[in-house]
């Protein structure tokens, strides 16, 4: 399945991740030449065959798009830009008197800038939680043309949030604002939707 869709992977590796719990999870990294796919044990003892290669197909779809490294950039602008900011403005000098305060030392100061920037980053949650969910949907289209089966992919979610104890219908605002996946019931239906479409074209 991984030469199918052009991914040389060095390693699929398994977490022993029962030993703390029976969360169940599976993610892709690595960039350049060292690719690794990581299931837990726990998604390998709950799932059936066919549930994990719609799994793994999943995680392809994450490299296959390009996530992982986009992510990554996104992330490195945002931590250069904020370290820039912290530059200028601990060489400014008048963090303390946004608080009232005649002056601070140092360590005040990078107090006072976290306090800061914590605020300032609040507002980008929805754009973070959009383009990850964005990212996951990709995932899931990828996952289901390249195994072929969206009904296990929906079947495997089902049995994630089964395990994970997943809430089923979260608030549409807070999911909009918080979550870094589709809700589950969402996913489902899309997958069982291109199920069924797949079965008409037949």
């Known amino acids: 399945m991984a030469e199918r869709a052009g991914l040389t992977v060095s390693r699929v590796m398994q977490v022993d991740a029962s030993r703390r719990s029976q969360h169940s999870n599976a993610y892709f990294t690595g960039i350049g030449r060292v690719k690794r796919i990581v299931l837990y ?7 059936t065959h066919q549930e994990i ?5 999943h995680e392809i779809g994450h490299w296959k798009k ?3 490294w986009k992510q990554l950039v996104m992330t490195e602008v945002g931590a250069l830009l904020a370290c820039f900011a912290a530059w200028w403005l601990l060489g400014w ?12 030392s140092f360590a005040a100061q990078l107090t006072i ?3 800061l920037g914590s605020m300032l980053a609040f507002p980008f949650t929805p754009f973070s ?3 990850s969910r964005r990212h996951e949907r990709e995932a ?6 390249l195994s072929g089966h969206p009904e296990a992919l929906a079947s495997a979610l089902i049995k994630l949030s089964a395990e994970n104890l997943a809430n089923l219908h979260p608030h549409p605002l807070f999911a909009w604002f918080y979550y870094s996946h589709p809700p589950v019931v969402e996913r489902v239906k899309r997958l069982q939707a291109s199920a069924d479409y797949q079965r008409q074209s037949a």
């Open 41 to 47: 044990d726990t998604l390998i003892r709950q799932m």
């Open 53 to 57: 290669l719609a799994v793994l197909a």
């Open 66 to 68: 390009g996530h992982l």
């Open 93 to 104: 000098g008048g963090l303390p008197g946004l608080i009232g305060l005649q002056g601070g």
């Open 113 to 115: 800038l976290a306090f």
């Open 129 to 131: 939680s959009w383009l």
């Open 140 to 145: 899931d289209r990828y996952a289901t043309e």
